[in-house]
């Protein structure tokens, strides 16, 4: 009785175990297809359209790898990948953004791109792009999207005021900047409208311009905090505007972009400090017969250079089928793909092919200013350092946002990025 029991159990657990290996597992359909899941963040109907409808493409025509696409969000996307990561569920193909991926690609998360990507899609991406998604002597993610960060102004009062306007081949300095804001301001309206809820990375990425690194790492590989003079000049124009001239509005310091946007369309500033993409929701909300243009942000020493954190597609490391899913990415990136995806998300390329379609040349929407800035963009400085985070969090926005009310000044402020911030580099780098 007890071995013909045992036979019975014996030969259902080979049954369970048959059963299971015919099974999808996840990453193949009964028919033996492949299936790739690709969480995407797309979030403007354009964008979620364009993606989904390259999916459909994709799956028309390669019947033996389908894509699932998995909707994901801006707002949570970071703790999500980390509980996915961990639990072993993560999705084969990730949507992110590059000052993001440090983290996760030193804990082993991502897939070393490195030997998985066409030539073709290696070169059509400038060497600049590809440093934001290199840590190490891995790639970790493929740089398709960047924003800059331009002037969005009231082209009704700009006319009016006379003042020189600025292009990219001639933008204003910091300094004349200033001087047009001053210009700008008066009854009842301001010249300009910073929202600085999140300061650090506007610091940090128009700072560029001036020869601010704020990042300094030595022979032995060890990055420190020094806050020297071209770190210096943006965030003391912001603090003069705001506590010297009255040029700047006090109470948009706490807000982000789209909280700016009524008083922007009532007249209340003159222009107002944004990401490339918000164009589309000036274009959605403005009021009837609002003239809008699109300017550069103010260059310095080193030109019109700034830091951008490119939007980034990843493979994880977990996945069975890097190859497939790298295969998907040089499909979802060729040349008129990610022309389809900039237009959605009213974004650059990172494609030098891309770049060259005539619908980003265009004057209407500002689409020409924006283009022009491509050459200018640069890894945003804080890429590739472990311990940002928290130096973001717990010293360096806390400091910004007292030094540009007032609160504190230049010195206290230097004090804090480089003393405080530097203990807490330190803890990430023994």
């Known amino acids: 009785m007890t071995r013909t029991r045992t036979r019975i159990l014996t030969l259902f657990a080979c049954a369970v175990l048959l059963l299971a290996g015919c099974s999808d597992g996840g990453d193949g359909a009964d028919d033996g297809r492949i299936t790739l899941r690709f969480q995407s963040l797309a979030w403007q109907d354009e964008s979620v359209k364009a993606n989904k409808e390259l999916v459909r493409k994709w799956n028309a025509t390669h019947p033996d790898v389908r894509v699932e696409y998995v909707q994901g969000s801006w707002d949570s996307v970071h703790d999500q990948l980390l509980t996915s990561f961990e639990g072993g569920e993560a999705p084969d193909i990730i949507h992110d ?43 970790y993610g493929v740089p398709f999207l960047q924003e800059p960060r331009v002037l969005i102004a009231n082209a009704t009062l700009l006319k009016k005021s006379g003042v020189r306007i600025p292009t990219p081949e001639h933008p204003w300095s910091w300094a004349e900047f200033r001087q047009v804001t001053k210009e700008l301001s008066g009854d009842g309206r301001y010249g300009v409208a910073w929202p600085l809820k999140e300061p650090v990375s506007a610091t940090l990425n128009l700072s560029l311009s001036t020869g601010g690194k704020l990042f300094h790492r030595g022979a032995d590989g060890k990055v420190t905090v020094r806050f020297e003079e071209g770190d210096q000049v943006v965030p003391r124009t912001v603090h003069d505007q705001v506590d010297t001239d009255r040029s700047a509005s006090p109470t948009t310091l706490g807000s982000g972009g789209s909280d700016t946007l009524p008083g922007f369309f009532a007249g209340k500033y003159a222009m107002v400090p944004l990401g490339f993409s918000y164009r589309q929701q000036i274009e959605q909300q403005a009021p009837e017969g609002f003239d809008w243009q ?85 890894p945003a400085p804080a890429q590739s350092v472990r311990g940002y985070a928290e130096w973001k969090d717990k010293v360096a926005t806390p400091a910004l946002q007292e030094y540009y009310s007032g609160a504190i000044g230049m010195d206290e402020l230097r004090h804090r990025l480089e003393e405080d911030g530097n203990l807490v580099l330190a803890r990430y780098q023994r």
């Open 97 to 139: 953004a590059s000052d993001d991926l440090a983290d996760f690609a030193y804990g082993g998360y991502l897939a070393d791109l490195t030997g998985l990507l066409p030539a073709r899609l290696k070169s059509d991406i400038p060497q600049r792009s590809w440093e934001a998604v290199t840590f190490g002597e891995g790639v």
């Open 294 to 378: 699109v300017l550069p942000a103010p260059a310095g020493a080193d030109g019109l250079a700034q830091g951008v954190s490119p939007q980034t597609l990843s493979v994880a490391e977990d996945s069975p089928h890097k190859k497939e899913a790298a295969a998907f990415v040089d499909f979802l990136l060729q040349p008129d793909n990610m022309v389809r995806l900039a237009l959605g998300d009213w974004m650059l390329p990172t494609g030098e092919q891309a770049l060259k379609d005539p619908a980003l040349h265009t004057a209407e929407r500002g689409w020409a200013t924006g283009t022009a800035l491509a050459a200018h963009l640069r």
